[in-house]
Structures are given as C-alpha cells and as structure tokens.
C-alpha cells in the first residue's frame, strides 16, 4: 500500500487512514491512486465486514493539492493541471469504469459491497467533501470546516459531487452549497442531512459503529447495501459522464485562471462575462 494511505484488519473491520498528514490529506496524484486502489482492494478482501474511513492529523483531508492549483494559474498556454502527471491524472479513465480517476476515488466507497463509514475532522474542502460523501454514513466533528469548494477555483464538482449532494439534501441547497463554495460547519452540514451525526471523537465512534455492524449477520448486511444501491444509483453514469463535460469546458479557462491568480493575489477577480 502506497504511503499515502494504511489498511488495517481486525475483527471485521477495514480501518482506512489518508496519511499525508502534513498537507491535511490533500489530494495529489499519489494520493489518487492510493485511495481508488484502496477501495478496489477492499472489494474483495476476505472478511472485511465494515470500512473506517478517516484521515491522519489535523484534518480529514482538504482538498486538492494547491501546487495543482498554483500550476492551472501559473500556466501560459491554459493547461490542465490535472493531466500534469500521468499515472495519478484525476481525468484519466480506464476501461470499463462509468467514472474517471477522480471520480473513482469517491465512486469505489459505494461499490464496495459492505458499509463505508467515513470519520471527518478538520476540513473536508472541496474533493475531500466530495471523497466523505461517498460514504455511505458520515460521523463528523461540529467544527468541521466543510466546502463544496470548486467554484471558488472556477471549477464544478467532479468527483460525483452533484450526484451525491442531490441524494442528501434539497435541490436549493444542494444548489446554494455550490454557487457559493462558502465554507460551512459540520454543525450545519448535520443540519442540512450532509452528515450522518455529530461527535466530539468522530474517529472512535465510527470505529464504535463499525464493531456495531460487524456483529451482525454480514450477508444480511450486504444485501441491505445493494438494495439501497440499486434505488439510489440511477442515472450516476450519465450524471458522471456531464461532470466531465461540465469540468472539461472550464478547467484551463481565462475565467478559471483567473480565479486561481486572484486568490494566490489575494484581489478580487476580474471575470469575462459568458
């Protein structure tokens, strides 16, 4: 396992950890590949009842890296600072898979076949909100700094975000969340249903949960997973497929880069009207 994340088994439970504490669990092209191969692995590991999702230190994972960021702005020919590295390219898709790599790293919560629970703290910003709504329960500290976080940058969610968010919350608000990229508590995220319940300790009561469900029937369990699957998963490939689309036509745009240089500035930007 990559040192980007840690996989531990015991009594039933996978305990999964982003471990790039240093930089709050942000995203970068290793991180990518750890996490979608994370996820694969658990798919099919024997005995794994339950998942733990959490991240290392101070935050459960803020986002994208901002190196990333920093080369969209620093750019003179537009490019996507996405496809800047090859092997952990977010874009890049592979053969057979509805979603991109970006996708995938929040997709693969909901197809491996027992509960996910992830344990946020910290900040959950950007794909690292998008990356805990891929959970199937969400446990968070009332502190929690959260943000649907991609407007602000000029981006959409892409990650599922919008397919997930319209599963959680109202359509206004899922709509508001967006159009502002305002950060927002987890004390709200409870209030709107993003986040399952609130914990002082999210890490110890998801693990607490986690051994809850782990002494239950685990076909039982399963099956109750892919039923809800099957209710809650229609029309996700053709919803992926418009994130892509959608990501697409901004990412590399003047607007876009514009919306990076003004923040590394700290000025207000000057947008082109569309």
């Not at 099957?230 to 990501?247: C, Q």
Request: net charge negative.
């Amino acid at each position: 396992m990559s040192a980007r994340v840690s996989i531990s088994i015991h009594g039933g439970i996978a305990d999964v950890q982003l471990t790039r504490s240093d930089k709050r669990n942000a995203l970068d092209p290793e991180m990518f590949l750890a996490v979608a191969e994370a996820g694969e692995r658990l798919k099919t590991e024997p005995g794994v009842r339950v998942v733990v999702l959490s991240g290392d230190g101070p935050s459960f994972c803020a986002g994208l890296d901002m190196s990333s960021m920093q080369a969209i702005g620093d750019s003179s020919d537009g490019g996507d600072a996405k496809s800047t590295n090859r092997d952990g390219n977010p874009g890049q898709m592979a053969d057979g898979r509805i979603t991109h790599l970006g996708q995938q790293i929040c997709w693969v919560w909901q197809e491996v076949p027992v509960p996910v629970i992830a344990a946020v703290h910290g900040h959950a910003l950007g794909g690292g909100l998008q990356l805990a709504l891929g959970a199937d329960i969400r446990i968070a500290h009332p502190d929690t700094k959260m943000s649907v976080r991609e407007v602000y940058w000029g981006l959409v969610p892409d990650m599922t975000g919008t397919f997930m968010l319209s599963k959680l919350v109202r359509p206004d608000i899922a709509r508001e969340l967006t159009y502002t990229a305002r950060v927002f508590s987890g004390t709200e995220a409870a209030e709107l249903g993003l986040v399952t319940r609130l914990s002082d300790t999210p890490y110890d009561d998801a693990m607490a949960l986690a051994t809850e469900i782990a002494a239950l029937s685990p076909g039982a369990v399963r099956g109750s997973k892919a039923m809800f699957n099957a209710l809650d998963h229609d029309g996700a490939a053709e919803a992926f497929a418009n994130e892509r689309r959608v990501i697409g036509e901004q990412i590399g745009s003047a607007n876009q880069k514009e919306s990076v240089v003004a923040s590394f500035e700290k000025r207000a930007p000057v947008f082109a009207d569309v």
